[in-house]
């Protein structure tokens, strides 16, 4: 681990290369130090041995004198270093010897050293470490003997270089810790700065904060490292911003995903796809833990007039407060989703009791029948509302909201805005519905249909058109009522092949109606609200009445009120299409839809019809009575044709008759009756 940062690395390879030079350096001063001790003493030794020779001439010249000869070599006891002399007479035999301190071992006889030493000329020698001196005493022509002297010289030497020691290492030792020191100051001084920097990159490693600046300091290379870092982080916190940046606006744009994929765009509520889902996952809970669940279902009724009518704007305000309106109706955790179109699913949380899912769905029936005021408008709808427990359905998705449609649906039947909750009975009528959807195109091809005609009279009794009713003799159902089957085809979409059959039909027996009077009659048809939106059907009437030369003076098209308010634009533009061809337009059950008053100045007509429920309580009931007379003042300002259906009694005839009503229909005048039948009674 020491050796992993350049800094340790470098300072050790400093502390040991400074040692080593130190040591070297030391160990050539000892050289040095030995080789001029060497030098030295060899000096004194040869200067030494020079005099003593020169005073054993004297001493030697005659019979040389044992004591005399002692007594000068006994001047070497001041020299500690001393191991030896001997006097060799001129033939190297030892005359004298001296042992001084750091004498050999005696054992070593001097004739064994005069051999060692015979026949080497005077000087000074160096021998398996000993200095030894030979000086020859008198001339060398007539030479006397020899001095030798032998010097110990590594003991000496060894306590010199002790002592040359003692004096130099406290020296060299402080001179190398302070060396050492100022070497570490100056590498510490070079390695803080990159120090920092490491410091800084972790600092940014842990914090990821690429914001942080490094101060430009030290030498230039440290200097222009920090430099180039700092631009470096500045590169990667633009970058890192821009991908924060960019990251955020992916999340938004998941999020934003997300909510379109699972949230209706309008309403902000759960859409199909997330309702489901959820629905799917509370349906195994509810199993898995035996309880309940309960679904309801609801659409907004007069909807489609208010989107057609005031735009479809207008009509998404609508769907808002419908949304706002119904939170507001619900519990915390109930979960309200948009299905589609005008068409709503709740789940309500945690199973209500009967009690509570009674009040719940008054409390929504009644809210959202409050007229709505949106801008400047008032506008009145209502809603149909389908309630189904998942154990009826036996947990299973889509039987559960097929069972909660199917409930619904007999709201719609049973007179609008109310609620309904499913029993399985229901499921026999779905069944039947069922049954007449997929049988309307069979009766069609078997021709089950058949046309009976309802007549209209004048205020004489005198009969002036007809209204072209449907009738359905099943071979598997038998009879089934229009007001069963009509409005089956027209929520299965069935219903513009049954009216292009009643087309046809009428364009075929028109010739037979018309032989039967000498009179101009008019021949009425119906047309449904899905019929107006289909502008190709123009298309289709003129082909068949070009094909059976229809006369299109004897031909009127009747819509409902409801129909024409709910489709205005397209009815408009269907019915101006008919008048150009010459027929005659009747606004059918007038009085029974809702701001009818304030179109009948934008739409071209031929005549109001008088809905049978005013008709039904002329006499009876005052408001009834007074708005039926309305009617017919109205319509006779506006120039219009007035017809009343549903006559029933002479009465209310004769109280049509006296306001000026122009036409009669009912059963006190006619039943609907088939061709056949009709022509029978014109026969008799």
């Known amino acids: 681990m020491f050796f992993k940062t350049i800094k340790n690395t470098i300072i050790s390879i400093s502390v040991v290369a400074i040692c080593i030079v130190s040591l ?207 631009q470096m982080m500045e590169t990667i916190n633009q970058e890192t911003q821009k991908n924060k940046e960019h990251t955020e606006k992916l999340m938004l744009q998941q999020q934003a995903m997300e909510k379109l994929a699972n949230f209706d765009t309008l309403t902000e ?20 833990s035996k309880k309940n669940l309960i679904l309801m279902y609801f659409d907004l009724d007069g909807f489609k007039g208010v989107n057609d009518s005031f735009g479809h704007e207008i009509g998404d305000l609508v769907l808002m407060e419908v949304c706002r309106r119904t939170k507001l109706c619900l519990r915390e955790g109930d979960l309200v989703s948009r299905l589609g179109g005008d ?103 078997n021709d089950e249909f058949s046309i009976h005609y309802q007549g209209k009279v004048n205020s004489d ?37 049954i009216t292009k059959w009643v087309i046809k039909r009428v364009c075929i027996e028109l010739e037979k109606i018309l032989a039967m009077h000498s009179n101009q009659v008019v021949v009425s048809l119906n047309l449904s609200a899905f019929d107006i939106k289909n502008i190709a059907l123009v298309d289709y009437i003129k082909e068949m009445f070009s094909k059976y030369k229809v006369n299109t003076c004897n031909i009127e098209f009747e819509v409902t009120e409801s129909a024409y308010l709910e489709n205005f634009e397209l009815a408009n533009q269907f019915i101006s299409q008919l008048r150009e061809m010459g027929c005659s337009i009747a606004l059918d059950d007038f009085g029974s839809g809702y701001s009818s008053l304030g179109y009948l100045t934008k739409i071209e007509l031929n005549t109001l019809k008088i809905d049978k429920q005013f008709v039904d309580h002329l006499c009876v009931s005052k408001r009834s009575t007074l708005i039926t007379s309305t009617i017919i003042q109205m319509a006779k300002q506006l120039k219009l044709q007035v017809c009343a259906e549903g006559v029933e009694t002479r009465q209310q005839a004769d109280y049509l008759i006296a306001h000026g009503c122009h036409q009669l229909q009912g059963y006190l005048f006619s039943k609907p009756t088939s061709l056949p039948d009709l022509k029978k009674q014109f026969d008799k």
């Open 24 to 230: 070297a350096t030391l160990y050539f001063a000892l050289q040095e130090h030995e080789k001029l001790y060497f030098e030295s003493v060899k000096g004194d030794l040869d200067a030494l041995s020079e005099n003593m020779s020169s005073d054993l001439l004297s001493l030697m010249a005659d019979q040389p004198d044992e004591f005399e000869l002692a007594t000068l070599l006994l001047r070497l006891d001041r020299y500690n270093n001393v191991k030896h002399a001997s006097i060799y007479d001129q033939r190297w035999q030892p005359l004298q010897n001296y042992y001084g301190k750091a004498a050999l071992p005696k054992k070593q006889a001097p004739s064994v050293l005069s051999h060692k030493f015979e026949g080497k000329p005077p000087g000074v020698y160096v021998s398996e470490g000993e200095l030894v001196a030979i000086k020859l005493v008198g001339d060398e022509r007539f030479p006397q003997g020899y001095l030798c002297i032998v010097l110990d010289t590594n003991g000496p030497l060894e306590k010199s270089k002790a002592k040359l020691l003692q004096q130099v290492l406290p020296i060299s030792l402080f001179v190398l810790v302070v060396v050492i020191s100022i070497l570490f100051g100056i590498q510490r001084r070079l390695f803080d700065p990159l120090t920092r920097l490491s410091d800084i990159a972790q600092k940014i490693q842990e914090t990821h904060d690429y914001s942080l600046k490094i101060n430009i300091e030290g030498k230039r290379e440290v200097a222009s490292l920090s430099s180039d870092l700092n």
């Open 269 to 288: 509520l759960p859409n199909r796809q997330f309702f489901m889902e959820t629905l799917k996952r509370e349906l195994a809970v509810a199993k898995r």
């Open 343 to 445: 068409e709503f699913l709740i789940l309500l949380h945690n199973e209500p009791n009967e009690l509570e899912l009674f009040d719940i769905s008054e409390r929504l029936v009644r809210t959202l029948n409050v007229p709505f005021e949106i801008q400047t408008w008032e506008m009145q709808i209502g809603v149909s509302v389908g309630i189904a427990k998942a154990s009826d359905s036996n947990f299973d998705v889509s039987e559960f909201i097929s069972n909660a449609d199917t409930a619904m649906y007999r709201s719609k039947i049973e007179g609008r805005s109310r609620h309904t909750l499913f029993i399985p009975e229901m499921m026999e009528e779905n069944k039947r519905r069922l049954l007449i959807a997929n049988s309307i195109a069979n009766a069609i091809k």
């Open 461 to 497: 009794g005198k009969i002036v058109g007809y209204e072209a009713l449907i009738r359905w003799n099943s071979d598997t159902m038998g009879i089934v009522s229009p007001a069963e089957f009509i409005p089956i085809a027209e929520h299965s979409g069935k219903v513009l092949s």
